[in-house]
T-cell receptor, first 113, second 110 residues
Framework: KAGVTQTPRYLIKTRGQQVTLSCSPISGHRSVSWYQQTPGQGLQFLFEYFSETQRNKGNFPGRFSGRQFSNSRSEMNVSTLELGDSALYLCASAWGVGTDTQYFGPGTRLTVL | QKEVEQDPGPLSVPEGAIVSLNCTYSNSAFQYFMWYRQYSRKGPELLMYTYSSGNKEDGRFTAQVDKSSKYISLFIRDSQPSDSATYLC??????????FGKGTRLHILP
């Protein structure tokens, strides 16, 4: 079956703009988590959604937000982009929550100029 | 002190050697321990998962957890060039937030 897909794969924005990233989980998966990966900080948890409800949130400013739709697809939004937001944004889906195995997508590479 | 510490490498070993990758952690509430492998331009994939102290083996991979020392390891036997990747340790507590190490870059030399 198809894996986790993320669109777009690459994105270039300028400071102050906003961006929306999309994630389609594996069919049947109801949990979607988002992560930010940078060389300096590694992989950091942003938030987790399950059945359209945010279940967990990491330590990121309010400029980072997300949502999940009834078909489990998820979007994350970053407003007022800063240079430090340049990163690989990874989405992971799982059947359930907690320690259920997460399957990662290939990520969206965001560059902020 | 960071919650999870992992040597970034790179670690270069000859093909066929045993590889040892390690992480230390400070939060005694961590109960679940994972190892992910990430190839270049790909998302991480789960290799091993364990929740108790001791060893867990899966093929050429062995995960080891020592909760008393707050230390986890991943051993790769008979390493292959295809094992060249970044290996990330990860752990979570009852709140299910997963904390990742920064990853160790591994190169297996043919």
């Amino acid at each position: 079956k198809a894996g986790v897909t993320q669109t777009p794969r690459y994105l270039i924005k300028t400071r102050g703009q906003q961006v929306t990233l999309s994630c389609s989980p594996i069919s049947g998966h109801r949990s979607v988590s988002w992560y930010q990966q940078t060389p300096g900080q590694g992989l950091q948890f942003l938030f987790e959604y399950f059945s359209e409800t945010q279940r967990n949130k990491g330590n990121f400013p309010g400029r980072f937000s997300g949502r999940q739709f009834s078909n489990s697809r998820s979007e994350m939004n970053v407003s007022t982009l800063e240079l430090g937001d340049s990163a690989l944004y990874l989405c992971a889906s799982a059947w359930g929550v907690g320690t259920d195995t997460q399957y990662f997508g290939p990520g969206t590479r965001l560059t902020v100029l | 002190q960071k919650e999870v510490e992992q040597d970034p490498g790179p670690l270069s070993v000859p093909e066929g050697a045993i590889v040892s990758l390690n992480c230390t952690y400070s939060n005694s509430a961590f109960q679940y321990f994972m190892w992910y492998r990430q190839y270049s331009r790909k998302g991480p994939e789960l290799l091993m998962y364990t929740y108790s102290s001791g060893n867990k083996e899966d093929g050429r991979f062995t995960a080891q957890v020592d909760k008393s020392s707050k230390y986890i390891s991943l051993f790769i036997r008979d390493s292959q060039p295809s094992d060249s990747a970044t290996y990330l340790c990860a752990m979570s507590d009852r709140d299910d937030k997963i904390i990742f190490g920064k990853g160790t870059r591994l190169h297996i030399l043919p």
